[in-house]
Each structure stands twice: as structure tokens, then as C-alpha cells.
């Protein structure tokens, strides 16, 4: 487990997958640093690989600072 603070609160990967899927997902990975900036307010950016189902696997990310976040789907 890596936990991290995002927007404040410190979060677990599956809290960090939840946030930018909208629901929870089924595994996680680790919460790692993604090498890039948040495009709305320049702030750091995590990324952490999780299964929304049994089929899929993406790569999401997740400004630590602001509500942005997107996925590589
Ligand atoms: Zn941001």
C-alpha cells in the first residue's frame, strides 16, 4: 500500500481509482508519479493501474492538488 495526499486527504490506491472512476474498482495497483503536470493548475500528477471489472485494466490519473483527472482510456 502506498498512500497518498490528494486534494488534502490522505488516500489508499483503491481510494485514488475510486475518485477518478466515480465508483470503486476491483484491483489496484500502486500509486506511483506520473511525469507530468496537471494541465488545469500545474500541480503534481499520480497515476495508479486499476480494473474497473474482470475485462478491463486502465491507467488513471490524478492531480494531486485539484479535481482533475483522467484515464488512458
Ligand atoms: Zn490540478
Redesign the pocket.
Known sequence: MSNRVVEGRMVTPGKLAELIEGEPAMETEDIEDADR???????D?LSVGYMPSVTEFVVGYK??????SETDR
Do not use: F, R, Y
Open positions: 503536470t496537471c494541465p488545469d493548475c500545474g500541480g500528477v492531480c494531486q492538488e485539484c479535481p482533475w
